[in-house]
T-cell receptor
Framework: DSGVTQTPKHLITATGQRVTLRCSPR?????VYWYQQSLDQGLQFLIQ???????AKGNILERFSAQQFPDLHSELNLSSLELGDSALYFC????????????FGPGTRLTVL | AQKVTQAQTEISVVEKEDVTLDCVYE???????LFWYKQPPSGELVFLIR??????QNEISGRYSWNFQKSTSSFNFTITASQVVDSAVYFC??????????????FGQGTRLTINP
C-alpha cells in the first residue's frame, strides 16, 4: 500500500458526460501528479500540483482540468467525455517537488460508453 | 525532448531463470533521475528504485539488481532466480525537471514479464 488513495476505483459513464476523480496524497507529501494510462498512449503525464499551485503540465486536454485543495487532496475533472478518454488514471504523490520518487495510487479505471 | 525506450515488449521465461529488462533513455539534461516501477496484474504501480545521473554504481536489492551505464544511456534491470510472483509489467522512467521544481516522469512503453512455473 503506497499510502495514496484514489476514488472511485471504477467509473462507467457515457460520452459527453463530466466526471471527477479524487486523490489523497501520502501524509506529508506536497506534490500531486496525474497520469493517464491507455493501451495506445501508454503512461502519460498530465499535470503536477505542488502545495496548491500548478507546477507542470503535460499532454492534458483542454477538456480536462485539475486542482489541489488546501488539505492537499486533488481532483481531476474530465468533461465532454469521448470514447478515447477510457483509460486508467493514476494519481501519484511525492514529498517535494524535484527528483523525489513518486508513489502511485491504485488508479481509477474510467470507461466511457 | 526526453525519451525512454524499452525495446522488449514481452519476455517469457521459466521460473528460476535470470532475466534482464533493457532500458535506454535520451536526455539533454546533465542532472536527471531514472526509475523503475512494477505494475502487477492488480494494476497498481509499485516503486522499485531511483538512481541519479551522478551515481553509476550498480545496485543490488535481494534478487533485483540494476546496471546504470551513462556511456550507453542505459539503465537495465536484472531479476535473478525469477519467481512466478515477479510476473508483471515493468516500466523504466526518466525524471524531467523544469523550473520551480516542476517534475514529470517520462515512461517507457513497458516490458511484460511472464514467469512460467
Amino acid at each position: 500500500d503506497s499510502g495514496v488513495t484514489q476514488t472511485p476505483k471504477h467509473l462507467i459513464t457515457a460520452t459527453g458526460q463530466r466526471v471527477t476523480l479524487r486523490c489523497s496524497p501520502r501524509s506529508g507529501d506536497l506534490s500531486v501528479y496525474w497520469y493517464q494510462q491507455s493501451l495506445d498512449q501508454g503512461l502519460q503525464f498530465l499535470i503536477q500540483y505542488y502545495n496548491g499551485e500548478e507546477r507542470a503540465k503535460g499532454n492534458i486536454l483542454e477538456r480536462f482540468s485539475a486542482q489541489q485543495f488546501p488539505d492537499l487532496h486533488s481532483e481531476l475533472n474530465l468533461s465532454s467525455l469521448e470514447l478515447g478518454d477510457s483509460a486508467l488514471y493514476f494519481c501519484a504523490s511525492s514529498a517535494g517537488n524535484s527528483y523525489n520518487e513518486q508513489f502511485f495510487g491504485p488508479g481509477t479505471r474510467l470507461t466511457v460508453l | 525532448a526526453q525519451k525512454v525506450t524499452q525495446a522488449q515488449t514481452e519476455i517469457s521465461v521459466v521460473e528460476k531463470e535470470d532475466v534482464t529488462l533493457d532500458c535506454v533513455y535520451e536526455t539533454r539534461d546533465t542532472t536527471y533521475y531514472l526509475f523503475w516501477y512494477k505494475q502487477p496484474p492488480s494494476g497498481e504501480l509499485v516503486f522499485l528504485i531511483r538512481r541519479n545521473s551522478f551515481d553509476e554504481q550498480n545496485e543490488i536489492s535481494g534478487r533485483y539488481s540494476w546496471n546504470f551505464q551513462k556511456s550507453t544511456s542505459s539503465f537495465n534491470f536484472t531479476i535473478t532466480a525469477s519467481q512466478v510472483v515477479d510476473s508483471a509489467v515493468y516500466f523504466c522512467a526518466l525524471s524531467e525537471v523544469g523550473t520551480q521544481g516542476a517534475q514529470k516522469l517520462v515512461f517507457g512503453q513497458g516490458t511484460r514479464l511472464t514467469i512460467n512455473p
